[in-house]
């Protein structure tokens, strides 16, 4: 709060230490702070205490949940090709050159850094 420019009395009632803690539960500070330093701007008075900020506005943030978009459904990694050489984990396929030295390589159908790679 103060590294935003906001310096507030923090003096309040034990119940409203609770209300508190329960936005940053669910709203999170991130959402507190964004929501003091708007109110700040447009307030005609100097604003002394966070309690003002709690009943004028905090009690009503949405959950911080409904504000961040749904993860990405299957990650970062392409599906798994399902080779019996391949390592389902580790993309990687153990190969075996023409002296018979086995090595592991990454497989070209589904490990991450071969995707959009000419095959
Ligand atoms: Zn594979």
Redesign the pocket.
Known sequence: MTEAGITVSWSMKPSDWLDIAAVIDRAGVTAMVRYAVDTKATARQPIRYATFFLRGGWKGLPPAAAQVPPPRPGGTKPP????P????IS???EVEDDRGIRSLQR?????PASKGQAA
């Open positions: 798994y090709c399902g080779d050489d391949c390592d389902e993309r990687t396929r497989c070209p159908d589904c490990h």
